[in-house]
């Protein structure tokens, strides 16, 4: 009798804290539990892959993909936490930073070289003939997000080529969106990338009229994960585990092209086929301020800025 109250005792204890252990390991995950809403691009391919492949897991972190379908949408989106961490391009970042929005970036997600800006164009309907930047003037371009990154890309583009930029009618129409309404004539041209550009021109729609981005030459950031500077400071050792996650990913998208592949044609929801056929765009992890520089002064120059913005207070140290 002695011996089973003893026992029943022991047990009971070893309820109590394997109890305890519980509910603060639920604690725990539910703190690490994070949203990351990106578009239907390949720039949040780590992400993608580390969602995947189980990183994010192994570092701690339960961790969930939401699509966003305009780019612009998404610093809403982070400060009402229906998203936690979110990619915007750095154009969309620095004007929600300007118009007083408490972002902070966390790490780096894409940025542009050689290959991804190649695979950055205009894309003309049939119909529509276009062979110098001033053929532009008049006609009815769709962007994927205002103001976001190929928007503005493309105006500067087009400044370089001695073109008002207001003479351009733009307008916003979402990746997914884009093939139906080159198709219906509902624009003239898109202002898109892989893979929606072979896919495009598979399906016979029309051609490329410019690869702007080529002529731009740059290397700097086009998408990084960003958060609200409350959750990420609230949440240290969470961004610092996102952050090595991201990093291990980032390794996989630029050196594995199967996974990261497989991963961008199950966000994004396009073929595997011509995910494959498209190289994602280079995973850059690491983000210091003064990535942020030219992108300050391109969007200044457009009249996007209205305030002086330190580039030190954009980036989590």
């Avoid at 301020?289 to 120059?301: F, K, N, R, T, Y």
Wanted: hydrophobic share 50%; charged share 20%.
């Amino acid at each position: 009798m002695l011996l089973r109250q003893t026992l029943m005792r022991v047990a009971l204890g070893h309820g109590v804290f394997i109890a305890a252990f519980g509910a603060l390991t639920g604690a725990a995950l539910a703190q690490a539990k994070i949203q990351i809403g990106c578009t239907a691009t390949s720039d949040c391919a780590s992400a993608m892959v580390a969602v995947d492949e189980g990183i994010f897991k192994k570092h701690g972190l339960n961790v969930e993909m939401t699509p966003i379908a305009i780019n612009s949408n998404i610093p809403a989106a982070i400060l009402s936490d229906s998203i936690q961490v979110g990619g915007p391009t750095s154009t969309v970042f620095l004007q929600a930073v300007d118009g007083g929005l408490d972002l902070v970036a966390i790490a780096g997600a894409s940025v542009m070289s050689p290959t991804s800006n190649a695979a950055i164009t205009a894309f003309v309907r049939n119909g529509i003939t276009i062979n110098e930047p001033k053929d532009f003037v008049g006609k009815k371009v769709g962007a994927p997000g205002l103001n976001a990154f190929l928007h503005v890309l493309f105006v500067k583009w087009l400044v370089e080529k001695g073109v008002d930029p207001k003479s351009v009618n733009f307008v916003e129409v979402t990746f997914p969106t884009m093939a139906d309404i080159i198709k219906s004539g509902g624009v003239d041209a898109v202002l898109t990338a892989e893979p929606f550009v072979t896919r495009m021109t598979n399906a016979g729609l029309g051609s490329i009229g410019a690869r702007y981005a080529v002529d731009l030459a740059r290397a700097d950031p086009i998408i990084f994960y960003a958060a609200s500077r409350e959750w990420a400071e609230k949440n240290a050792a969470t961004v610092a585990k996102f952050r090595e996650a991201i990093a291990e990913a980032a390794a996989i998208v630029n050196g594995d092209r199967e996974k990261a592949s497989a991963s961008i044609a199950k966000f994004t929801k396009q073929p595997l086929d011509l995910v494959r056929a498209t190289p994602p765009n280079h995973s850059e992890p690491k983000l210091k301020p003064e990535d942020l520089a030219w992108w300050i002064e391109v969007m200044a120059s457009q009249k996007m800025l209205q305030s002086k913005l330190d580039v030190r207070k954009l980036v989590l140290n």
